[in-house]
Structure formats: structure tokens, C-alpha cells
């Protein structure tokens, strides 16, 4: 199966273990990074979302207006604004970048950051509202003729949309989560799961957790699979530890003080996997993750780009087949994983591929043969 590579969109230069030098938004790094991401092999690129931030969609489209090819994931939370008005939005984006966009829904995993923004929902109701949300945006972008809705948190008569996308039937929704509650509103809704790196065990489970409830829901499909990471690599395998074991130092000294208990179950499940160990499988390592508290992305790949390769097409044999890797130095990070890391996974994954191929053509040959 084809994999697909998921880069930032960040629009300032800053990170978790360095003080950003631009503007929260600025221009020229916005395109910058994206070019280099364009430039380098990668696929996708996200435009994450928090309370404060700049804009997203706005963002997503400006850059969208200046770049012909890189995809475009487009975070958005139900709670800052009506799913009418968003499938607009949405549909006005994907116009915008001829069908370039794919949009990851987040419920939201921390009240507080909720809170910002006026939300007072709890998280079991988030999920419930963003499950209804999901539903009515799917809808608007679809249908041609006027319809009502009458929900637990949205209620409106007659809506029809004069926009409507570029993808026929519509743009992919992304979704994630690792709660009960994540697993079945993403299991229903999701065209795209995304999970944070773990280790490959605990990612297997995961995936099937998945699968189970999107059968569960009634789909004959399962939603594609993506994992995220944060690589850092080096020519060396000795000189790769060094870098990583400096981005913790650095990570810990840009934060300071101690680390807050997540709220969160996928940021629990990163702080229980570094409790019990640094490092996993060919090459994930924890301390990342435990100096920020499991915030969001946070388990590293380490090594050289031979062994980060590998250790993704470990995850890549489990059924993912959207990587999305992050780096700490936005811009060089980018640069050097798409030059370095993947080509081998794509090559490697041709391999298998062929592989894949050659088997079925040789079984329906014997199976023709058996029953001449």
C-alpha cells in the first residue's frame, strides 16, 4: 500500500527546545518551511490548532495559494464555531487549494485549554458533540438539497450550501484519541486514525481497537492509520544519541520546573511508557515524551536515517501507511529527513509492494491451476 509522509505547518520558528525569533505568524517562515517541506518528499503538512494561536484555516489557505502540490491537514475543534459555518470554510479551502485538504477534528483534551475558549463541556460530551459535528459537516458538504438537524448539541432548519469541495464525495476526516470514547466516535466517523508514536505492541492494540469499533459501528471499512514521531537523527549512531540526549536537556531547561500530570489518556499512556522504560523496539525513546508530560507528539526515533527508516517501516508492517514525524529545528529537521529518511521507507516500501504483488499473482496462478 502507498505510505504517506505528515510534516508541521508551523507559522513561527519556535519549538519545545527553542524561543521562536519571528512574529506568531509570519509570512516568510510560513512558506519557507512549507517549501521546504514541498521540496523534500513530503506529502502533508498539518496546521495544528491551540487557543491564542493564529488562525489555521486562514493560514492553511495562504499557503495553499502559493504552493501547487503539498497537502494540506487542517486541525479544528467543534467548539469555535457552528458546523454549518465550518463545512463552508472547509469546502471554500479545498476550492481554494483544488482539492488539497483533508481536516483532523479534535475534541479536545484539556480542559483548561478548552476553557480558553468558552468550552465548559466535559470530555465525554466533547466527544459526543464532535461525533454529531463530524455528521453534520459530512452532510453540508454532500448534500444538494436543503435539510434540518435536530441534535443534543445542534439544532437548524432548511441549510444548504452554495460550496461545495473539489473531492468528490468530499475531503477525508482525520480523528484521534486513545480513550473509549475517542475509540468510538473515531471508529465511526474517521477516515484517518492517528495515534502517537508507542511502542510497536501497544501500537498493534491500538489498531485494533480500531478496527473493532468501526465494525462495531456498522462499517464494512476500517479507517487508514497514522502514527506520529519526532526523529532525530544523526550520521552516526553515536552521535545521534548525543543529539538526543542535548534536545532533552534543551526540552527541560526551556520549560523548567516540574512537568504536570496529563489529563489526557494518550498523554497518560506516553508518561506509563516512559515510567517503564527509555528505550523500545528498533529505536523509539521516551525521555522526550517525559520531559513535556506526554504533551501531544512527543516519543523520538533515534539513530541514524538507515535506523529511523527502519523502525518506520516496523510500524509501516503493522498497517500504517501515514507517517507523520516532526522535528525540533523545524526547518533543518525537515530538510534532512526528507532527504535522508524518506527515500529509504519509499524505496523499501516499493519492495514490499512488488513483493506483495508477485505473491498474489503466484497464489491465483496455482489457484487456476488446481482447479483445471
Known amino acids: 500500500m502507498p505510505v504517506e509522509f505528515l510534516g508541521i505547518a508551523a507559522t513561527s520558528d519556535g519549538s519545545e ?10 509570512r516568510d517562515y510560513t512558506l519557507r518551511l512549507a517549501r521546504a517541506h514541498e521540496d523534500h518528499g513530503w506529502d502533508r503538512v ?3 490548532y491551540a487557543a491564542g ?6 493560514a492553511a489557505a495562504f499557503l495553499a495559494s502559493h504552493l501547487d502540490r503539498l497537502q494540506i491537514l487542517l486541525a479544528h475543534r467543534p467548539n469555535v464555531s457552528y458546523p454549518t459555518f465550518a463545512a463552508k470554510t472547509f469546502a471554500t479551502l479545498d476550492r481554494i487549494s483544488d482539492g488539497r485538504l483533508t481536516v ?9 485549554e478548552q476553557q480558553r475558549e468558552g468550552d465548559f463541556l466535559t470530555k465525554d460530551q466533547r466527544y459526543e458533540r464532535t461525533r454529531e459535528y463530524i455528521g453534520i459537516v459530512k452532510k453540508a458538504w454532500t448534500s444538494r438539497e436543503p435539510f434540518d438537524h435536530e441534535g443534543p448539541h445542534y439544532r437548524f432548519n432548511d441549510f444548504v450550501s452554495d460550496v461545495f469541495p473539489v473531492q468528490q464525495p468530499r475531503p477525508a476526516v482525520s480523528f484521534g484519541g486513545s480513550s473509549d470514547a475517542a475509540y468510538a466516535a473515531g471508529g465511526a466517523e474517521a477516515d484517518i486514525y492517528c495515534l502517537w508514536g508507542e511502542p510497536l505492541a501497544r501500537t498493534a492494540e491500538q489498531i485494533e481497537r480500531v478496527k473493532e469499533a468501526a465494525r462495531a459501528a456498522g462499517r464494512t471499512d476500517v479507517p487508514r492509520i497514522q502514527v506520529a514521531f519526532r526523529p532525530i537523527i544523526a550520521p552516526t549512531e553515536e552521535l545521534a544519541w548525543e543529539k538526543a540526549h542535548r534536545t532533552v536537556a ?3 531547561a526551556r520549560r523548567g520546573g516540574a512537568v504536570e500530570a496529563p489529563e489526557n489518556t494518550g498523554s497518560q499512556r506516553l508518561v506509563e511508557i516512559a515510567e517503564a522504560g527509555e528505550r523500545y523496539d528498533r529505536a523509539l525513546w521516551t525521555p522526550t515524551a517525559a520531559a513535556t508530560g506526554g504533551r501531544g507528539n512527543s516519543n523520538a526515533l533515534v539513530g541514524t536515517p538507515e535506523t529511523v527508516a527502519q523502525a518506520l517501516l516496523d510500524y509501516y508492517d503493522l498497517g ?3 507517517l507523520s514525524a516532526r522535528g ?13 529518511v524518506i527515500p529509504i521507507v519509499r524505496e523499501e516500501v516499493a519492495k514490499r509492494d512488488a513483493a506483495r ?3 498474489a499473482e503466484r497464489d491465483r496462478h496455482q489457484l487456476i491451476a488446481a482447479q483445471a
Open 104 to 112: 483532523h477534528f479534535i475534541t479536545g483534551s484539556n480542559d483548561h
Open 328 to 340: 525540533y529545528d523545524l526547518l533543518d529537521d525537515a530538510i534532512d529527513f526528507g532527504r535522508y
Open 53 to 58: 494561536a493564529p488562525e489555521p484555516a486562514a
Open 320 to 322: 500504517v501507511d501515514i
Open 357 to 359: 504483488a508477485e505473491r
Open 250 to 252: 534543551a526540552i527541560r
Open 46 to 48: 498539518l496546521f495544528a
Open 17 to 26: 527546545t527553542v524561543a521562536r525569533t519571528t512574529a506568531a505568524f509570519d
